[in-house]
Protein backbone atom coordinates (compact mmCIF):
# COMPACT_ATOMS: atom_id res chain seq x y z
CA UNK A 1 0.00 0.00 0.00
CA UNK A 2 1.36 3.58 -0.97
CA UNK A 3 1.50 6.26 2.02
CA UNK A 4 -1.17 8.01 -0.01
CA UNK A 5 -3.19 5.41 0.70
CA UNK A 6 -2.62 4.43 3.67
CA UNK A 7 -3.05 7.70 4.93
CA UNK A 8 -6.39 7.93 3.50
CA UNK A 9 -7.85 5.02 4.65
CA UNK A 10 -6.41 5.43 8.44
CA UNK A 11 -7.77 9.37 8.18
CA UNK A 12 -11.06 7.68 7.13
CA UNK A 13 -11.06 4.99 9.98
CA UNK A 14 -10.07 7.34 12.51
CA UNK A 15 -12.79 9.96 11.71
CA UNK A 16 -15.74 7.35 12.32
CA UNK A 17 -13.98 6.22 14.82
CA UNK A 18 -13.72 9.57 16.38
CA UNK A 19 -17.71 10.23 15.74
CA UNK A 20 -18.99 7.08 17.17
CA UNK A 21 -16.99 8.12 20.20
CA UNK A 22 -18.22 11.33 20.42
CA UNK A 23 -21.90 10.49 19.83
CA UNK A 24 -21.78 7.69 22.19
CA UNK A 25 -19.54 9.22 24.58
CA UNK A 26 -17.29 6.28 25.12
CA UNK A 27 -14.55 7.67 23.30
CA UNK A 28 -13.09 7.14 20.40
CA UNK A 29 -9.63 6.39 21.26
CA UNK A 30 -10.74 3.19 22.51
CA UNK A 31 -11.38 1.47 19.00
CA UNK A 32 -7.85 3.24 17.45
CA UNK A 33 -5.69 0.79 18.77
CA UNK A 34 -7.47 -2.63 17.55
CA UNK A 35 -8.59 -0.63 14.30
CA UNK A 36 -5.33 -0.08 13.50
CA UNK A 37 -2.97 -3.38 14.81
CA UNK A 38 -6.45 -5.64 13.46
CA UNK A 39 -6.87 -4.43 10.22
CA UNK A 40 -3.79 -1.96 8.88
CA UNK A 41 -1.21 -4.61 10.93
CA UNK A 42 0.33 -1.86 12.54
CA UNK A 43 2.95 -2.35 15.43
CA UNK A 44 0.87 -1.93 18.66
CA UNK A 45 3.64 0.35 20.05
CA UNK A 46 2.91 2.78 17.38
CA UNK A 47 -0.63 2.26 17.38
CA UNK A 48 -0.64 3.37 20.82
CA UNK A 49 1.66 6.45 20.29
CA UNK A 50 -1.00 7.73 17.35
CA UNK A 51 -3.49 6.97 19.81
CA UNK A 52 -2.40 9.00 22.53
CA UNK A 53 -1.64 12.17 20.65
CA UNK A 54 -5.36 11.78 19.37
CA UNK A 55 -6.64 11.51 23.05
CA UNK A 56 -4.99 15.07 23.92
CA UNK A 57 -6.42 16.49 20.93
CA UNK A 58 -10.36 15.13 21.87
CA UNK A 59 -9.66 15.88 25.05
CA UNK A 60 -8.58 19.89 25.05
CA UNK A 61 -11.00 20.06 21.96
CA UNK A 62 -13.87 18.81 23.92
CA UNK A 63 -12.94 20.30 27.26
CA UNK A 64 -12.97 23.86 25.64
CA UNK A 65 -16.88 23.24 24.84
CA UNK A 66 -17.38 21.76 28.77
CA UNK A 67 -15.67 23.91 30.33
CA UNK A 68 -17.65 26.81 29.55
CA UNK A 69 -21.15 25.54 30.46
CA UNK A 70 -19.90 25.54 33.73
CA UNK A 71 -20.41 21.43 34.63
CA UNK A 72 -16.63 20.67 34.79
CA UNK A 73 -14.90 20.74 38.55
CA UNK A 74 -11.79 22.59 37.85
CA UNK A 75 -10.35 21.74 41.60
CA UNK A 76 -11.58 17.99 41.47
CA UNK A 77 -9.88 18.06 38.19
CA UNK A 78 -6.73 19.15 39.54
CA UNK A 79 -6.38 17.69 42.44
CA UNK A 80 -6.93 14.46 40.86
CA UNK A 81 -4.68 15.13 37.88
CA UNK A 82 -2.02 14.31 40.81
CA UNK A 83 -2.49 10.78 40.92
CA UNK A 84 -3.18 10.73 37.14
CA UNK A 85 -0.13 12.42 35.77
CA UNK A 86 2.24 10.47 38.56
CA UNK A 87 -0.14 7.06 36.82
CA UNK A 88 0.48 7.88 33.79
CA UNK A 89 4.41 8.22 33.90
CA UNK A 90 4.35 4.79 35.44
CA UNK A 91 2.24 3.36 32.99
CA UNK A 92 4.28 4.99 29.89
CA UNK A 93 7.47 3.25 31.75
CA UNK A 94 5.78 -0.22 31.93
CA UNK A 95 4.86 0.23 28.02
CA UNK A 96 8.43 0.09 27.32
CA UNK A 97 9.23 -2.38 29.80
CA UNK A 98 6.73 -4.98 28.70
CA UNK A 99 6.21 -7.14 25.52
CA UNK A 100 3.74 -6.07 22.33
CA UNK A 101 1.91 -9.00 23.33
CA UNK A 102 1.33 -8.54 27.10
CA UNK A 103 0.00 -5.37 26.62
CA UNK A 104 -2.09 -6.79 23.69
CA UNK A 105 -4.06 -9.00 26.45
CA UNK A 106 -3.96 -6.09 28.84
CA UNK A 107 -5.81 -4.21 25.95
CA UNK A 108 -8.35 -6.90 25.16
CA UNK A 109 -9.62 -7.34 28.74
CA UNK A 110 -9.51 -3.16 29.20
CA UNK A 111 -11.58 -3.16 26.11
CA UNK A 112 -14.69 -6.31 27.55
CA UNK A 113 -14.31 -4.13 30.82
CA UNK A 114 -15.54 -1.30 29.24
CA UNK A 115 -17.94 -2.60 26.99
CA UNK A 116 -19.41 -4.37 30.41
CA UNK A 117 -19.59 -0.90 32.16
CA UNK A 118 -21.06 1.04 29.16
CA UNK A 119 -24.03 -1.13 29.50
CA UNK A 120 -24.47 -0.58 33.15
CA UNK A 121 -27.04 2.14 34.27
CA UNK A 122 -26.24 4.98 35.19
CA UNK A 123 -26.70 6.81 38.65
CA UNK A 124 -29.78 8.48 39.63
CA UNK A 125 -29.37 11.88 39.43
CA UNK A 126 -30.98 12.54 42.33
CA UNK A 127 -28.65 11.55 45.05
CA UNK A 128 -28.13 13.85 48.36
CA UNK A 129 -24.82 12.63 50.37
CA UNK A 130 -23.64 14.20 53.20
CA UNK A 131 -20.48 16.50 53.19
CA UNK A 132 -16.81 15.32 54.15
CA UNK A 133 -14.71 16.29 56.01
CA UNK A 134 -11.86 15.58 54.08
CA UNK A 135 -13.79 17.12 50.87
CA UNK A 136 -14.66 19.95 52.48
CA UNK A 137 -11.31 20.88 53.44
CA UNK A 138 -10.01 20.25 49.85
CA UNK A 139 -12.85 22.37 48.77
CA UNK A 140 -14.29 19.67 46.59
CA UNK A 141 -18.17 19.99 46.84
CA UNK A 142 -19.57 22.34 43.96
CA UNK A 143 -22.68 23.27 42.30
CA UNK A 144 -23.70 22.88 38.62
CA UNK A 145 -26.77 24.44 36.25
CA UNK A 146 -29.45 22.00 36.21
CA UNK A 147 -33.19 22.21 34.90
CA UNK A 148 -34.42 24.02 37.99
CA UNK A 149 -31.47 26.93 38.49
CA UNK A 150 -27.69 25.99 40.05
CA UNK A 151 -27.66 22.40 42.08
CA UNK A 152 -25.08 21.70 44.79
CA UNK A 153 -23.40 18.40 45.32
CA UNK A 154 -21.17 17.02 48.18
CA UNK A 155 -18.00 15.00 46.88
CA UNK A 156 -17.23 11.33 49.43
CA UNK A 157 -14.43 9.33 49.50
CA UNK A 158 -11.97 11.15 48.38
CA UNK A 159 -8.87 8.21 49.41
CA UNK A 160 -10.41 5.70 46.96
CA UNK A 161 -11.00 8.31 44.21
CA UNK A 162 -7.52 9.56 44.22
CA UNK A 163 -6.45 5.59 44.23
CA UNK A 164 -8.73 4.69 41.55
CA UNK A 165 -7.14 7.52 39.32
CA UNK A 166 -2.98 6.21 39.94
CA UNK A 167 -4.84 3.14 38.01
CA UNK A 168 -6.81 5.15 35.36
CA UNK A 169 -3.41 7.03 34.95
CA UNK A 170 -1.20 3.86 34.92
CA UNK A 171 -3.55 2.12 32.35
CA UNK A 172 -3.73 5.56 30.22
CA UNK A 173 -0.15 5.41 30.16
CA UNK A 174 0.60 2.31 29.09
CA UNK A 175 -2.25 1.67 26.43
CA UNK A 176 -2.41 4.98 25.12
CA UNK A 177 -6.05 5.65 26.04
CA UNK A 178 -8.29 8.20 27.55
CA UNK A 179 -9.46 5.58 30.36
CA UNK A 180 -12.25 7.92 30.39
CA UNK A 181 -14.49 5.00 31.95
CA UNK A 182 -12.08 4.64 34.67
CA UNK A 183 -12.15 7.99 35.96
CA UNK A 184 -15.81 8.66 35.72
CA UNK A 185 -16.38 5.38 37.61
CA UNK A 186 -13.98 6.89 40.20
CA UNK A 187 -15.82 9.93 40.46
CA UNK A 188 -19.42 9.01 39.85
CA UNK A 189 -19.75 5.77 42.07
CA UNK A 190 -16.62 6.28 44.75
CA UNK A 191 -16.77 9.98 45.17
CA UNK A 192 -20.38 10.41 44.67
CA UNK A 193 -20.14 13.13 42.15
CA UNK A 194 -23.07 13.67 39.80
CA UNK A 195 -22.80 12.30 36.51
CA UNK A 196 -22.58 15.34 34.36
CA UNK A 197 -20.01 16.68 36.44
CA UNK A 198 -18.06 13.50 36.33
CA UNK A 199 -17.67 13.00 32.69
CA UNK A 200 -17.58 16.52 31.76
CA UNK A 201 -14.19 16.80 34.64
CA UNK A 202 -13.53 13.49 33.28
CA UNK A 203 -12.81 14.92 29.68
CA UNK A 204 -10.87 18.03 31.35
CA UNK A 205 -8.04 15.84 33.02
CA UNK A 206 -7.68 12.89 29.94
CA UNK A 207 -5.70 15.95 28.33
CA UNK A 208 -3.23 16.74 30.82
CA UNK A 209 -3.11 12.43 32.05
CA UNK A 210 -2.27 12.21 28.48
CA UNK A 211 0.30 14.81 28.14
CA UNK A 212 2.04 13.33 31.08
CA UNK A 213 3.01 10.00 28.61
CA UNK A 214 2.89 11.77 25.53
CA UNK A 215 6.78 12.68 26.37
CA UNK A 216 7.88 9.63 27.31
CA UNK A 217 6.14 8.06 24.13
CA UNK A 218 8.03 10.53 22.10
CA UNK A 219 11.50 10.26 23.40
CA UNK A 220 11.21 6.34 23.25
CA UNK A 221 10.49 6.76 19.63
CA UNK A 222 7.12 5.22 19.88
CA UNK A 223 5.15 8.44 17.92
CA UNK A 224 5.39 8.11 14.22
CA UNK A 225 4.53 11.50 12.04
CA UNK A 226 3.14 9.54 9.48
CA UNK A 227 0.99 7.40 11.37
CA UNK A 228 0.10 9.78 13.61
CA UNK A 229 -1.00 12.53 11.50
CA UNK A 230 -3.94 11.22 10.37
CA UNK A 231 -4.86 9.72 13.32
CA UNK A 232 -4.85 12.79 15.00
CA UNK A 233 -6.40 15.21 11.92
CA UNK A 234 -9.17 12.39 11.72
CA UNK A 235 -10.22 11.58 15.13
CA UNK A 236 -10.07 15.49 15.84
CA UNK A 237 -13.08 16.44 13.00
CA UNK A 238 -14.66 13.25 13.80
CA UNK A 239 -15.18 14.21 17.80
CA UNK A 240 -16.26 17.59 16.34
CA UNK A 241 -18.63 16.70 14.11
CA UNK A 242 -19.88 14.14 16.90
CA UNK A 243 -20.05 17.04 19.57
CA UNK A 244 -22.22 18.88 16.95
CA UNK A 245 -25.06 16.38 16.10
CA UNK A 246 -25.46 14.98 19.10
CA UNK A 247 -28.97 14.00 20.07
CA UNK A 248 -29.82 11.93 23.26
CA UNK A 249 -32.79 9.79 21.93
CA UNK A 250 -30.80 8.29 18.78
CA UNK A 251 -27.70 7.52 20.71
CA UNK A 252 -29.03 4.74 23.14
CA UNK A 253 -29.27 1.93 19.99
CA UNK A 254 -25.74 3.41 18.82
CA UNK A 255 -24.27 3.07 22.36
CA UNK A 256 -25.61 -0.80 22.32
CA UNK A 257 -23.81 -0.79 18.64
CA UNK A 258 -20.46 0.47 19.76
CA UNK A 259 -20.47 -1.48 23.00
CA UNK A 260 -20.37 -4.21 20.97
CA UNK A 261 -17.98 -3.84 18.33
CA UNK A 262 -16.04 -2.82 21.78
CA UNK A 263 -16.64 -5.78 22.98
CA UNK A 264 -15.67 -7.97 20.39
CA UNK A 265 -12.20 -6.17 19.53
CA UNK A 266 -11.46 -6.48 22.92
CA UNK A 267 -11.89 -10.48 22.34
CA UNK A 268 -10.32 -10.56 19.11
CA UNK A 269 -7.27 -8.85 20.56
CA UNK A 270 -6.98 -11.30 23.47
CA UNK A 271 -6.99 -13.98 21.01
CA UNK A 272 -4.44 -12.85 18.42
CA UNK A 273 -2.27 -11.98 21.15
CA UNK A 274 -2.82 -14.96 23.00
CA UNK A 275 -2.00 -17.04 19.86
CA UNK A 276 1.27 -15.18 19.11
CA UNK A 277 -0.23 -13.06 16.69
CA UNK A 278 0.55 -9.78 17.89
CA UNK B 1 -18.61 29.61 48.14
CA UNK B 2 -19.14 33.66 48.50
CA UNK B 3 -19.80 35.53 44.98
CA UNK B 4 -16.18 36.67 44.27
CA UNK B 5 -14.74 33.53 43.94
CA UNK B 6 -16.89 32.01 41.82
CA UNK B 7 -16.96 35.02 39.39
CA UNK B 8 -12.99 34.29 39.16
CA UNK B 9 -13.87 30.43 39.11
CA UNK B 10 -16.08 31.49 35.98
CA UNK B 11 -13.41 33.87 34.56
CA UNK B 12 -10.65 31.40 34.58
CA UNK B 13 -12.94 28.43 33.31
CA UNK B 14 -13.58 31.04 30.01
CA UNK B 15 -9.63 31.59 29.86
CA UNK B 16 -8.57 27.91 30.07
CA UNK B 17 -11.49 27.17 27.55
CA UNK B 18 -9.99 29.85 24.79
CA UNK B 19 -6.36 28.21 25.64
CA UNK B 20 -6.97 24.92 25.09
CA UNK B 21 -9.02 25.28 21.99
CA UNK B 22 -6.78 28.06 20.64
CA UNK B 23 -3.44 25.25 21.45
CA UNK B 24 -5.51 22.26 19.24
CA UNK B 25 -6.31 25.09 16.49
CA UNK B 26 -2.90 25.53 16.10
CA UNK B 27 -1.37 22.35 16.54
CA UNK B 28 -3.79 20.97 14.07
CA UNK B 29 -2.90 23.14 11.36
CA UNK B 30 1.10 22.73 12.26
CA UNK B 31 0.39 19.56 11.51
CA UNK B 32 -1.63 19.68 8.66
CA UNK B 33 0.75 21.48 6.82
CA UNK B 34 3.47 19.23 7.77
CA UNK B 35 1.29 16.48 6.26
CA UNK B 36 0.72 18.07 2.94
CA UNK B 37 4.62 18.63 2.78
CA UNK B 38 5.22 14.57 3.71
CA UNK B 39 2.24 13.45 1.48
CA UNK B 40 3.83 15.32 -1.80
CA UNK B 41 7.56 14.70 -1.02
CA UNK B 42 6.38 10.68 0.28
CA UNK B 43 3.15 9.83 -0.98
CA UNK B 44 4.05 7.11 -3.62
CA UNK B 45 6.72 5.75 -1.31
CA UNK B 46 5.27 1.95 0.05
CA UNK B 47 3.64 2.44 4.07
CA UNK B 48 4.70 -0.35 6.33
CA UNK B 49 4.57 0.09 10.16
CA UNK B 50 4.56 -3.63 10.54
CA UNK B 51 7.60 -3.79 12.05
CA UNK B 52 8.56 -1.56 15.37
CA UNK B 53 11.92 0.22 14.82
CA UNK B 54 11.47 3.25 16.87
CA UNK B 55 12.22 7.10 15.37
CA UNK B 56 14.98 8.36 14.39
CA UNK B 57 17.76 10.98 16.49
CA UNK B 58 15.73 13.96 14.47
CA UNK B 59 12.29 13.29 15.51
CA UNK B 60 12.32 12.27 19.32
CA UNK B 61 14.12 15.15 20.94
CA UNK B 62 13.39 18.73 21.20
CA UNK B 63 16.78 20.04 19.06
CA UNK B 64 15.96 17.16 16.13
CA UNK B 65 12.69 17.82 15.61
CA UNK B 66 13.15 22.06 15.57
CA UNK B 67 16.17 21.58 13.66
CA UNK B 68 14.03 18.83 10.87
CA UNK B 69 11.22 21.36 11.46
CA UNK B 70 13.72 24.00 10.17
CA UNK B 71 14.54 22.70 6.77
CA UNK B 72 11.04 22.25 6.19
CA UNK B 73 11.04 18.13 6.29
CA UNK B 74 7.59 16.86 6.28
CA UNK B 75 7.91 14.94 9.14
CA UNK B 76 9.65 17.23 11.26
CA UNK B 77 6.88 19.61 10.94
CA UNK B 78 3.90 17.26 12.13
CA UNK B 79 6.43 16.14 15.11
CA UNK B 80 6.58 20.42 15.69
CA UNK B 81 2.71 20.26 15.87
CA UNK B 82 2.29 17.52 17.83
CA UNK B 83 5.06 18.72 20.30
CA UNK B 84 2.74 21.76 20.72
CA UNK B 85 -0.31 19.77 20.80
CA UNK B 86 1.44 17.54 24.15
CA UNK B 87 2.44 21.67 25.15
CA UNK B 88 -1.46 22.57 24.88
CA UNK B 89 -2.53 21.06 28.50
CA UNK B 90 0.82 21.62 30.27
CA UNK B 91 0.29 25.33 29.20
CA UNK B 92 -3.32 25.14 30.80
CA UNK B 93 -1.43 23.63 34.24
CA UNK B 94 0.38 26.38 34.22
CA UNK B 95 -2.01 29.24 33.46
CA UNK B 96 -4.33 27.66 36.67
CA UNK B 97 -1.05 28.20 38.92
CA UNK B 98 -1.84 31.75 38.42
CA UNK B 99 -5.64 31.34 38.27
CA UNK B 100 -5.40 29.91 41.52
CA UNK B 101 -3.35 32.44 42.99
CA UNK B 102 -5.56 35.05 41.74
CA UNK B 103 -7.75 33.44 44.14
CA UNK B 104 -6.01 33.95 46.57
CA UNK B 105 -6.50 29.94 47.35
CA UNK B 106 -2.56 28.19 48.28
CA UNK B 107 -3.68 25.38 48.96
CA UNK B 108 -4.84 25.11 44.88
CA UNK B 109 -1.52 26.59 43.62
CA UNK B 110 0.55 24.26 45.78
CA UNK B 111 -1.70 20.93 43.97
CA UNK B 112 -1.43 22.57 40.76
CA UNK B 113 2.44 23.23 41.28
CA UNK B 114 2.77 19.87 42.19
CA UNK B 115 1.05 18.44 38.60
CA UNK B 116 2.89 21.06 36.82
CA UNK B 117 6.31 19.44 37.90
CA UNK B 118 5.18 15.94 37.12
CA UNK B 119 4.47 17.34 33.49
CA UNK B 120 7.61 19.20 33.49
CA UNK B 121 9.76 16.02 34.77
CA UNK B 122 8.06 13.51 32.32
CA UNK B 123 9.06 15.96 29.67
CA UNK B 124 12.52 16.82 31.01
CA UNK B 125 13.19 13.18 30.03
CA UNK B 126 12.29 13.84 26.89
CA UNK B 127 14.23 17.31 25.85
CA UNK B 128 17.22 15.26 28.00
CA UNK B 129 19.24 12.96 26.10
CA UNK B 130 17.30 10.00 25.36
Known amino acids: MSVLEFTALVWTGSLVAGLLGSLTGLGGGVVLVPLLTLLFKVDIRYAIGASLVSVIATSSGAAAAYVKEGFSNIRIGMFLEIATTLGAIVGAFLATKVSASSIAVIFGVTLLYSAFLSRRPRTKQEREVPPDPLATRLRMNGSFPDAGGMRSYNVQSVPTGFSLMFGAGALSGLLGIGSGAVKVLAMDQAMKIPFKVSTTTSNFMIGVTAAASAGIYLNRGYIDPGLAMPVMLGVLIGSLLGARILVEAETKWLRLLFSLVIALLGAEMVYKALTGRI | ?130
Open chain 2, 1 to 130: MHLGQSWTDQKMEETIGNLLRAGVLLSASVVLAGGVIYLIRHGHSSADYRVFRGEPTDLKTLRGICGSAFKLSGRGIIQLGLLLLIATPVARVAFSVWGFAAEHDRMYVVFTLIVLAILLLSLAGFAGPG
